[in-house]
């Protein structure tokens, strides 16, 4: 799927639409430096726990979820913000639909 366009204005929440029983995501840049791309899950869908080699933020869009980092249970919700260190476990549960914003700057 191409990337989203650019010098416009983005409406971020409206880029990736639910859909029933999945995890759709969108990727919206992508550079040798990184990425940025938006998830929309459909409650109680999960991305399993697995790590990555590189810091990422998660911003949430709308909704609510559980994302568990080293096996601590954090929530988060509608315009809040956390970050997932590198190499560390992590996985994110929707408690409601939810949408995030995933950014990952390699080093």
């Known amino acids: 799927m191409a990337t989203a366009p650019k010098s416009e204005v983005l409406n971020m929440a409206e880029l990736v639409s639910y859909q029933d029983g999945s995890v759709v995501s969108r990727q919206i840049t992508k550079a040798e430096a990184g990425n940025v791309t938006l998830f929309a899950f459909d409650r109680d869908q999960e991305l399993s726990e697995h790590t990555a080699p590189f810091d990422a933020l998660v911003q949430v869009l709308d909704g609510e979820a559980e994302i568990k980092i080293s096996g601590k249970a954090?929530?988060?919700?509608?315009?809040e913000a956390i970050i997932m260190p590198a190499n560390e476990p992590h996985a994110v549960k929707a408690l409601t639909r939810f949408k995030m914003l995933l950014t990952m700057i390699r080093n």
Not at 74 to 79: A, I, M, N
């Open 74 to 79: 954090l929530s988060v919700q509608t315009g």
